[in-house]
């Protein structure tokens, strides 16, 4: 099994509608991110979440929140989705505390009409 | 905004030859990463070099680091066909925070 999880994988949905996207890690790890992706500007990071109590903003928070309901789990809401927050999303963990690396869910593709 | 900047943004080789990729960034940083993408999927972590490194290896890789002109190179020796895919450096200013992602350079290895 995967050790990044998201879901769903894919979902088309229409503006105005509230999107929850899920993340779960099997790593053990305290660091969760979330990203999206869009084409010729590579990932940018919306919010990261050190453990259940720690949630910060990243670079395009705006439009989006968070939450932490476990150490396994980070949650990624669009409120209100507009067509401009089409876009592949992504998850992503690390190991707290020391330089390491990033461990990438597959990615959910959104699609706002 | 985004710290790293690859160049070239594309790049077209034949297998066995070399392809390098650079990367340049703004900030002091703690150390650099750089990460693989095929298609549509997640990224993978290729290599990492902290700031006190100038050159690191693994396999086909080969990663230099300077830190006086914030700047880094990756060179894949030898590609393959399978080496298609985009390649992002990643770098923290502290060490274990959020990772900063550049645009990416897209590799095209045909056979």
């Known amino acids: 099994d995967a050790d990044v999880t998201q879901t769903p994988r894919n979902r088309i949905t229409k503006t105005g509608k509230r999107i929850m996207l899920e993340c779960s890690q099997t790593?053990?790890?305290?660091?969760m991110y979330w990203y999206r992706q869009d084409p010729g500007l590579g990932l940018r990071l919306i919010y990261y979440?050190?453990?259940?109590?720690?949630?910060n903003k990243g670079e395009i928070s705006d439009g989006y929140s968070v939450s932490r309901q476990a150490q396994a789990k980070f949650s990624l809401s669009l409120e209100s989705a507009i067509p401009n927050q089409t876009a592949l999303y992504f998850c992503?963990?690390?190991?707290?505390?020391?330089?390491?690396?990033?461990?990438f869910g597959p990615g959910t593709r959104l699609t706002v009409l | 905004s985004q710290q790293g900047e690859e160049d070239p943004q594309a790049l077209s080789i034949q297998e066995g030859e070399n392809a390098t990729m650079n990367c340049s960034y703004k900030?002091?940083?703690?150390?650099l990463q750089w990460y693989r993408q095929n298609s549509g999927r997640g990224l993978v972590h290729l290599i990492l070099?902290?700031?006190?490194?100038r050159e690191k290896h693994s396999g086909r890789l080969r990663v230099t680091l300077d830190t006086s002109k914030k700047s880094s190179s990756l060179l894949i020796t030898a590609s393959r066909a399978a080496d298609t895919a985009s390649y992002f450096c990643?770098?923290?200013?502290?060490?274990?925070?959020?990772?900063?992602f550049g645009k990416g350079t897209t590799l095209s290895v045909s056979s």
């Open positions: 070099i902290r700031s006190n490194e």
């Open positions: 990643a770098t923290d200013e502290r060490a274990g925070t959020a990772l900063i």
């Open positions: 790593k053990g790890h305290d660091r």
């Open positions: 900030t002091s940083i703690n150390n």
């Open positions: 992503a963990t690390m190991a707290g505390g020391k330089p390491d690396t990033q461990y």
């Open positions: 979440s050190f453990d259940v109590k720690d949630i």
